[in-house]
């Protein structure tokens, strides 16, 4: 068996065994495991059945990582991605009124799309991701992070609107204070790179409301399951409402996934490549074809099984960083994931207090993109910094999107630098003005 995985995943060409590449693949699950707790809960406040988006999850998860490894056999995991999921439950569902069926026909369309841009042979992702400006392409990423952060301080009750104001301070409390244990807990276990920090600070956040509960000190309910195992939910599988594919109002919405999920993926293959070594003499990654196609693939079985849209996850780089450079590394992380389809009772034992650190700190991991910024270039910086900042305040990552594409054409048009506008961005900047009337 070894030989034979040597031979098919070249791990001797790599330089890695199948033992390291064994505990690159638990690193990597271990890094990003909270995905199985917080996507659920993020679609569950748009209506998705828990069960239901728990199996999606898993299903995604475990599925995408594995034809990943098999066929790009690239260590790079996939998960339904952070801030896709806040796009489709907070802008999509309860933000423009679609219902989650016709958004998960949203996420299938999408990744259908991203799979005939990425077919071999076809040259048009290419042309997109070279037309894309580097500096909107860092401030959604940002943006999307700072989204991240506002939803988690929300969903914790730190922060509440208010008619004077917009927004205050929720007030000192149980929530106020679960909240600040979360977030110091989870840094301290980031600092001392203990493997699985954020599901751990997850579980001793909600053994903590349990214990508060107990107490009467009131906090967001937190319900012991009267089991641990049962058979998975197909609550969300096939419920896409493929008719409304069909409706202009979703025009925007397939774009914006489209969009974000594609340079998030981007993003993500050239983050991980370069630090596992596994790129061409150009430094370009190695099957970075046959890497988006699966990316695609799996945005579009996400909509199918019931959730928002999967994607590469960055924490692949903690496997990276374990000795992991073969695609054996994604099947065993992927392999991880489903056995959790038959957990969904423990849901009920977390509350949003809990997911909420994590989502502040998952945001500030987006934000590291900054760091490429040339903050003395305005023509790059002051696009950058409209799609960053219009995410978090219309509470829209399209919003976000369409501004930050807008400031850099118009900039650059009124600059003078109008032939330095290729075809593709015109045609971008045309669907965003249709975006923003949509």
Known sequence: MKQRLDAYFELSQLGTSVRVEVLAGITTFLTMAYIIVVNPLILG???VPLDGALFATVMVAGISSIFMGLYAKLPIALAPGMGLNAYFAYTLVLGQGLAWETALAAVFVSGLIFVVLSLPGLNIREQIVRAVPPGVRIGVAAGIGLFLALIGMVNAGVIVASPATVVEFGGFGAGFVLFFLGLVLAALFLIRKVPGALILSILAVSLLALLFQSFGWVVDAVFIPEAVVQAPSLDTFLRLDLVAVFSVALIAPIFALLFTDMFDSISTFVGVAKVAGLVDEQGHPKNAGKALLVDGTSTAISGLFGSSPGTAYIESAAGVEQGGRSGLTAVVAGAL??????????LGFIPAVATAPVLVLVGLFMMSVLKDV???????????????????FTYSITEGIVFGFLAHVVIR??????????????????????????
């Open 45 to 47: 406040d748009a209506g």
């Open 413 to 438: 048009v009124l600059n003078g630098k109008w032939s330095e506008i290729g075809a593709t961005l015109w045609v971008i900047f045309a669907l965003s003005i249709v975006m923003l009337l949509l």
């Open 337 to 346: 994931f489903l056995p959790f389809m038959f957990l969904a009772p423990l």
């Open 374 to 392: 040339d903050w003395n270039d305005f023509e790059v910086v002051v696009p950058a910094f409209v799609a960053m900042i219009a995410i978090p």
